[in-house]
């Protein structure tokens, strides 16, 4: 069965450092998402993708996070400046047209 | 501000009760629910969904129920097993815009005791 993967699995990084999270949705798929979950929190809606832009972002999704279709493949979370407070699971998925979302096993972030 | 994490509200059931996690949803623009199981450590996994011109649908040991007057979703699990053991989130989508994100619930932490 087709599946969201995501890498790395966890990432270490220092505060002001930048990160790439990679994920590679299921592959006829058409809408691309990041979510977030802080420790013990709701999952977050962070930025929806089609057609290779944005479609919707949420408030966390500042100047500082970007995404990227760079291939036929790739979907990738950028943060250009880690804080601390940054520190959580992001989670990718990926739909075809109808609703049901599919999601990766996310990347734990630490930002020390 | 502090950030406060969520008090996950918790079902323990004894292996092979059936379990009933409920979730209240927020807005009654939505038109489609979903339901995801998750492990610890591990993303989101679909569960069953639902339109909201229906208020029920069954899945294997899974049903879904939708009361869209009191925007109440509850899941039951037939038989409920071990494996079962995770937390289970509701979610929601607008029927308004394209990009169809979801809208996460805060989760119900189920233990299925041996």
């Known amino acids: 069965e087709p599946e969201v993967t995501q890498t790395p699995s966890h990432q270490v990084t220092q505060m002001g450092q930048e990160v790439i999270l990679r994920c590679v949705p299921i592959s006829n798929h058409l809408y691309f998402y990041w979510y977030r979950q802080i420790l013990g929190q709701k999952v977050e809606f962070l930025v929806s993708f089609y057609n290779n832009e944005i479609s919707e972002k949420s408030e966390i999704f500042d100047d500082q996070f970007s995404v990227e279709r760079p291939d036929g493949s790739n979907f990738t979370l950028k943060i250009r400046s880690t804080k601390l407070e940054d520190s959580a699971m992001y989670f990718c998925?990926?739909?075809?047209?109808?609703?049901?979302?599919?999601f990766g096993p996310g990347t734990r972030l630490l930002v020390l | 501000g502090e950030s406060v994490g969520l008090h996950l509200p918790t079902l323990s059931v004894q292996e092979g009760d059936n379990s009933i996690i409920n979730c209240a949803y927020s807005?009654?623009?939505?038109?489609?629910f979903i339901w995801y199981k998750q492990e610890s450590g591990k993303g989101p996994q679909f569960i069953i969904d639902i339109r909201s011109n229906m208020d029920k649908r069954q899945g294997q040991r899974v049903t879904v129920l939708l009361n869209k007057t009191v925007k109440h979703l509850s899941l039951q699990i037939a038989a409920t097993q071990p494996g079962d053991s995770a937390v289970y989130f509701c979610a929601e989508n607008l029927s308004s815009g394209s990009a169809r994100q979801l809208t996460f619930g805060s989760g119900t932490q189920l233990t299925v005791l041996p």
């Open positions: 807005n009654s623009a939505s038109d489609y």
């Open positions: 998925a990926s739909r075809l047209v109808l609703e049901t979302q599919y």
